[in-house]
């Protein structure tokens, strides 16, 4: 059964930073692109970033981009998401979600979530 | 960016009824649509993909219909675990968008 694993969430002061980190298993990594989705308490969710499976192509929303970095290191099975000058709108669960067929989606495995809460 | 709305907003039904569900596209997303439950403190799990493929492991009382920007999320008969949120999600355009969701509760 493949694996997701979320983790690297906290709290943080606006305009601080962040970095997530998706651990992924059982299933052959680098052939799959990686996706972050998050959800704001209470709210729906929201496609934020995305990784293509080589590494070579990342993809942004628009409301985080200059602010987010997508990566990954396929000898650690591991996408990462740095996230700098945070802002209070940006607390969120957020999941790494692994694309089906691209980081477009749909999205068939999703990990637990981790919790990023920005505020003073 | 695609808008989906979903409807209704809300739905009570008993076990056993049937759930249809709605999601409309602000503008043709194709047969690029899929569905997710989402249980409270769970993450999202995908049901449908490509508007009416079941994912694996998905049981057979859940069908998706529908293309261009018209889809049907359809729970045949109702099982008590079904009571969740459900979502849409588009992948034909940039960026990928999901619906605001239908929380399916019971009656």
């Known amino acids: ?120 | 960016e695609i808008v989906l709305t979903q409807s209704p907003v809300t739905l009570s039904l008993s076990p056993g009824e049937r759930a249809t569900l709605s999601c409309r596209a602000s503008q043709s997303v194709s047969t690029y649509l899929a569905w997710y439950q989402q249980k409270p403190g769970q993450a999202p799990r995908l049901l449908i993909y490509d508007a009416s493929n079941r994912a694996t492991g998905i049981p057979a009382r859940f069908s998706g219909s529908g293309s261009g920007t018209d889809f049907i999320l359809t729970i045949s008969s109702l099982e008590p675990e079904d009571f969740a949120v459900y979502y849409c999600q588009q992948r034909n355009n940039w960026p990928p968008t999901f619906g605001q969701g239908t929380k399916l509760e019971i009656k």
Do not use: H
Request: charged share 15%.
């Open chain 1, 1 to 120: 059964e493949v694996q997701l694993v979320e983790s690297g969430g906290g709290l943080v002061q606006p305009g601080g930073s962040l970095r997530l980190s998706c651990a992924a298993s059982r299933f052959s990594f680098r052939s799959y692109d990686i996706s972050w989705v998050r959800q704001a308490p209470g709210k729906g969710l929201e496609w934020v970033s995305g990784i293509s499976g080589g590494g070579g192509t990342t993809y942004y929303v628009d409301s985080v981009k200059g602010r987010f970095t997508v990566s990954r290191d396929n000898s650690l099975n591991t996408v990462y998401l740095q996230m700098n000058s945070l802002r209070a709108e940006d607390t969120a669960i957020y999941y790494c979600a692994k694309g089906q067929y691209s980081v477009y989606g749909p999205f068939d495995d999703w990990g637990q979530g981790t919790l990023v809460t920005v505020s003073s």
